[in-house]
């Protein structure tokens, strides 16, 4: 069946999240190169063969990347513990495009179905055109209203293509705090969900195992 590639290249130096107070400023990249060259390996193998080995290094929150519940709540689950029946999953993609810069997207903007237990919603903003761009962090978000929508009506992940489920200027964070205290998911900097059909698809957002992390990486991708 055809498969959708809903994830941004995962890239030496890409554009990550950056967190700023009082002129601190962490910021989040990735790092990629090689540990062991084809030209160190040869003598190992007595130049009969080669390879390469490469490092990879990055904080979990960067690229296309899921949140387990520990990464709002310190004593939840971590991304190990979630169950594959969580990450693979019905899907509904909702149409919230054309959004502006900053934009407060609640139930009267969106057409959000009823019948979402259970599902993946993603929510095309069409923000994935501004990726690498100052105007992807200008990103528009959901309202509380579209929040306790998701909860009430039993969805089980939340995916945007956007850096950011919550805007920064909320620090309390309510949708991190409120779907992952109810247990869901969250999967962000999404790419391509205007390529997804208007009735449904399977929805993979696979990490990889990792102990103890709070979020992480992952390949997103629909089966339609």
């Not at 900053?102 to 903007?109: K, V």
């Not at 109810?182 to 009735?199: A, G, Q, T």
């Amino acid at each position: 069946m055809p498969l959708i590639d809903l994830t941004h290249d995962f890239a030496d130096g890409m554009p990550g999240f950056s967190l700023k107070r009082d002129g601190e400023v962490k910021q989040f990249t990735a790092s990629i190169r090689p540990f062991v060259t084809h030209e160190a390996s040869a003598p190992f193998y007595d130049h009969k063969a080669s390879f390469e080995i490469t490092e990879v290094c990055f904080q979990t929150s960067i690229g296309t990347y899921i949140d387990a519940p520990r990464h709002r709540w310190k004593d939840r689950r971590d991304i190990a513990e979630l169950r594959l029946d969580e990450l693979i999953l019905p899907g509904i993609v909702v149409d919230a495009t054309p959004a502006e810069p900053g934009a407060r997207i609640g139930l009267e903007h969106i057409d959000l179905p009823e019948d979402i237990k259970g599902k993946a919603v993603l929510v095309q903003f069409g923000w994935d055109r501004h990726w690498g761009t100052e105007t992807y962090e200008q990103y528009p978000f959901l309202d509380r209203d579209v929040i306790d929508a998701l909860i009430a009506r039993g969805a089980s992940l939340l995916g945007v293509d956007t850096f950011n489920v919550d805007t920064r200027a909320d620090p309390a964070r309510p949708a991190h705090s409120l779907l992952l205290e109810h247990d869901i998911l969250i999967v962000e900097n999404l790419r391509d969900l205007h390529l997804l059909p208007n009735d449904g698809f399977r929805f993979f957002a696979i990490p990889i195992k990792a102990v103890g992390a709070a979020a992480m990486t992952v390949r997103a991708f629909a089966e339609v």
